[in-house]
């Protein structure tokens, strides 16, 4: 499986961006998707995760009330609806399939990664 992420860009704080995720030569459905976003010089770390069938979405705190991660199985893509973005949200974004991830946000075991899209928010 192959995952181009998109929808990145620069954006002012206060500004909303969607990402999106899409998968080729397998079946998104069969995974659970999640982002996960790099800051320079800072460790890779979890955003939101969705289950396969679109329930039981999770968080990280710093965005739990301004992100929301969805899926249409059908069109084989994963969003990230990012609101009221904040300078500190400025990083690389990826998504990834099936990811596991520590106490601290750190993924440990991702089956397929995506590309990354960069964000970048202005203050």
């Known amino acids: 499986v192959q995952l181009q992420a998109s929808g990145g860009g620069l954006v002012q704080a206060g500004d909303s961006l969607r990402l999106s995720c899409e998968a080729s030569?397998?079946?998104?459905?069969?995974?659970?998707m999640g982002w996960f976003r790099q800051a320079p010089g800072k460790e890779r770390k979890f955003v939101a995760a969705?289950?396969?069938?679109?329930?039981?979405?999770s968080y990280a705190d710093s965005v739990k009330g301004r992100f929301t991660i969805s899926r249409d199985n059908a069109k084989n893509t994963v969003y990230l609806q990012m609101n009221t973005l904040k300078p500190e949200d400025t990083a690389v974004y990826y998504c990834?399939?099936?990811?596991?991830?520590?106490?601290?946000?750190?993924?440990?075991?991702?089956?397929?990664w995506g590309q990354g899209t960069q964000v970048t928010v202005s203050s």
């Open positions: 990834a399939a099936n990811p596991q991830w520590d106490y601290s946000g750190s993924p440990f075991r991702v089956d397929f």
């Open positions: 030569g397998g079946t998104l459905g069969s995974y659970s």
């Open positions: 969705i289950t396969r069938s679109g329930d039981r979405p």
